[in-house]
């Protein structure tokens, strides 16, 4: 199920952690961007241009998010987990990649035609801002903690194994 890959087979990465904060990046571009485009959106009708762009993006997002949090759960998290089964944050984490996955399929729900978003435009607006703090929050306590705890964790073989995982099932196989 490689359908999801968003780099060419030549993109190459230093290691797990640059891959993952690489991804961190786009996303939060992309969520920036999402976050000017809905900027004042209560005030003022949404024209068929502006409706366009924000569900594009807003579904671009999603499928970002999707990628970046498969990618962790199906090989960093379970790594993590088993190195720290008292401590591990990996619960929680999940826990809030189900709620940041949501929110974004509610926003994205809210902008299925036109005039359902033109009737939910303030509430639009508002869930695309919390959608970005939860983002922002989330990737701050895996560049800051998580990642960095991986890597006291388990030496450069290892390390080197989660990466090549990553790549082989995410990037190399499409």
Known sequence: MNTMTQHTKNEEF???VSLLEYEH?????????????????GKQEVDYKKYGDIKELLAKVFK??????????DILFPELHEALPQQSSVPAMKTEHTEILELCSMALDMMATKEH????KERIEAEIITLTDLVERSFHKKENVM????????????????????????YRNS
């Open 14 to 16: 230093y290691d797990m």
């Open 25 to 41: 990046e786009e996303i939060l571009i992309s969520l920036s961007e999402l976050e000017n485009l809905v900027l004042d959106l």
């Open 64 to 73: 970002r998010l999707g990628f970046n949090f498969m990618m962790e759960e």
């Open 117 to 120: 978003a033109d009737v939910n």
């Open 147 to 170: 990642y960095h705890e991986a890597e006291s964790l388990f030496d450069e073989r290892q390390l080197e194994e989660l990466y090549n995982k990553m790549l082989l099932k995410y």
